[in-house]
């Protein structure tokens, strides 16, 4: 099959490209290379560096093309309450010209990331699809808005189209930025460079953390599965990691890495909503979907590479 990856070069991006790629498919990425990076990508994807607001670039990239995969995007919380403007020029305005670009060129199926962050504070956990949204960020309030106009304009124009709600994903190179950085990267980097943890809030706020790998296999699985059109789809583990237990098995990983590891709390900082962990039944039931990393496995893989980890 011949794929087109839009934010192709990024964190999960260039996982998913390369292991199309290895797969024997034929891999177009797009990236302005904001966040990502070439050396990112095995030498078998084919790298356009681009707006995917650009519709023209949009039209000699979609030629031909089976599946678009839909990664584009800015990703921080923290961020979007700064700039919420960007936020919505490239989340959304991106995804309605790739949407257009699409209709004009006759690609048939769109599979979407959008983000665990569109349910924003619920009274109950797990959260599942049918849940009622609350996005609380202009980051979420982006992702919730690309999901309506990616199954609005497809079903105005026969694109199929599915939206995989992506929970707290991590692995090998994900991208550790100056500020508002992951909470996986942040706090191994604290943990090998001699630094303290450092945990906003209590630590008692739990998160849905999955591994890169789990997410590439879904995201495979979406191009080609049946009776996903218009649906959304959450993809994490199913299981709730406390901040303070995120930073406690990093710790001893580290501390057995023969580093010295302090953690603090920071109470003068928001952890952001209390609880968010994935009803993942619906991935399990549509796509096959059984992640296969757990925590202490995917931080290990994380571990090994982490002197390694920088900006960019």
């Known amino acids: ?35 990502g990076k070439r050396s990112n990508l095995h030498p078998a ?40 403007r960007d936020y919505n020029r490239v989340n959304v305005g991106g995804t309605v010209s790739l949407m257009e670009a699409m209709r004009d060129t006759g690609v048939k ?27 609380d960020s202009p980051y979420a309030v982006s992702k919730w808005a690309a999901e309506q106009y990616i199954h609005t304009i497809g079903e105005l124009w026969h694109i199929e189209t599915v939206a995989l709600r992506i929970f707290n994903a991590y692995g090998p190179r994900q991208r550790i930025p100056a500020s508002h950085s992951p909470v996986v990267p942040k706090f191994l980097q604290q943990a090998l460079t001699g630094g303290s943890i450092v945990i906003f809030g209590d630590g008692s706020q739990t998160r849905d953390l999955v591994y890169v790998d789990d997410v590439v296999a879904a995201l495979r699985a979406a191009a080609t599965a049946r009776d996903v059109n ?48 994935a009803d993942i039944s619906r991935a399990q039931t549509l796509l096959g979907y059984r992640p296969l990393v757990n925590l202490e496995t995917g931080l290990r893989r994380m571990l090994a590479e982490g002197l390694g980890m920088k900006e960019g």
């Open 230 to 277: 218009r649906r959304v789809i959450n993809i994490g583990v199913g299981r709730e990691t406390s901040i303070n237990e995120l930073a406690d098995m990093i710790g001893l990983l580290a501390q057995a890495a023969g580093r010295s590891v302090n953690v603090l709390h920071n109470q003068t900082k928001t952890g952001g909503v209390p609880r968010l962990v």
């Open 1 to 35: 099959m011949r794929f087109l990856v839009t934010g192709g070069a990024g964190f999960l991006g260039s996982a998913l490209a390369n292991r199309l790629a290895l797969d024997g498919h034929i891999i177009h990425a797009l990236d302005d290379l904001s966040a």
């Open 109 to 135: 199926r769109v599979v979407f990331t959008s983000s665990g962050a569109v349910y924003g504070r619920q009274s109950q956990q797990p959260v599942h699809e049918d849940d009622p949204v609350k996005p």
């Open 45 to 84: 994807v084919h790298l356009t560096v681009g707006d995917v607001d650009d519709i023209p670039l949009l039209w000699s990239l979609l030629h031909d093309v089976d599946c678009v995969y839909h990664l584009a995007a800015r990703v921080s919380v923290p961020e979007s309450l700064l700039y919420p």
